[in-house]
């Protein structure tokens, strides 16, 4: 169970990193199962080229060796105590988030966040169209990352709460020209942690992978959480980010008279 402090942190800064929650034979299969598909089928997918993505795993996507690490583990538990008894909807499908060493000697670049559904043609959704597909991230780490610029999962705090309000004096079309170039409330924080720690994220949060400049493959699977009303609520939680998190009312109501 969250305490009052988990979600304080998660309304004001829009993540939350809770430690050790994937079993650790669990974690271990997982990656058995990853680099298994690494040495037998390699990279691979439909059309590689026009999306111009690095793909691995394929066949594990919807496996349950992945899909049970969110399904099967009080991660879901989790997410349901934010989004409401009944609200998650079990993840059918995973992304396996793997991010290979740079060359040797290579020098890290700053991490350049984003949010997630913005159509640039080459991603599988056309430009100009945007999509908000899930309500969180969750994150699960399969190996640990201990420092730094080692493929991290990064969080751009508070810029979930900062788009609410942009999007509110704006407009949430303004998507449609892509990612916008603003100045978000603070700088990219790079997450460590163990194998088998969750990292839970608001989905109006910017957030992207950190460089790998260490010797290791960071091995993580991503699960975009959707409430059951996620198609009914829409494009209206760009300006409502609370309205499919009732979980979170109380700290909302609490921090928002504060």
């Not at 298994?36 to 993505?53: F, M, T, V, W």
């Not at 409430?227 to 979170?248: F, N």
Request: net charge negative; aromatic share 8%; charged share 20%.
């Amino acid at each position: 169970m969250l305490s009052r402090v988990q979600k304080r942190f998660f309304f004001e800064e829009g993540y939350i990193k809770i430690p050790g929650v994937v079993p650790q034979i669990m974690v271990d299969a997982a990656r058995h199962a990853m680099n298994h598909s690494i040495g037998s089928a390699g990279k691979q997918g439909e059309d590689l080229e026009k999306y111009r993505i690095a793909a691995y795993g394929n066949e594990l996507k919807n496996a349950p060796v992945l899909t049970d690490l969110f399904n099967k583990t009080p991660v879901f538990g989790i997410t349901e105590e934010l989004l409401g008894e009944g609200n998650v909807q079990p993840c059918g499908g995973a992304q396996v988030a793997l991010r290979f060493p740079g060359e040797l000697g290579g020098d890290p670049s700053e991490p350049h966040g984003h949010l997630d559904g913005l159509g640039t043609g080459t991603n599988g959704t056309p430009k100009g169209e945007y999509v908000r597909g899930f309500t969180a991230l969750a994150v699960v780490y399969l190996a640990d990352v201990e420092e730094p610029y080692r493929g991290n999962f990064t969080v751009w705090p508070k810029s979930h709460r900062f788009f609410q309000t942009h999007f509110q004096q704006v407009g949430h079309e303004i998507l449609a020209e892509g990612m916008p170039r603003v100045e978000l409330p603070e700088g990219p924080v790079q997450m460590t942690g163990q194998a088998g720690d969750v990292i839970l994220t608001h989905h109006q949060l910017v957030h992207t992978a950190a460089p790998n400049v260490g010797p290791d493959v960071r091995y993580a699977t991503i699960f975009r959480v959707r409430h059951a009303d996620i198609d009914t609520v829409g494009k209206d939680a760009y300006t409502d980010i609370w309205r499919e998190w009732p979980g979170m009312s109380e700290a909302v109501e609490e921090l928002q008279e504060a």
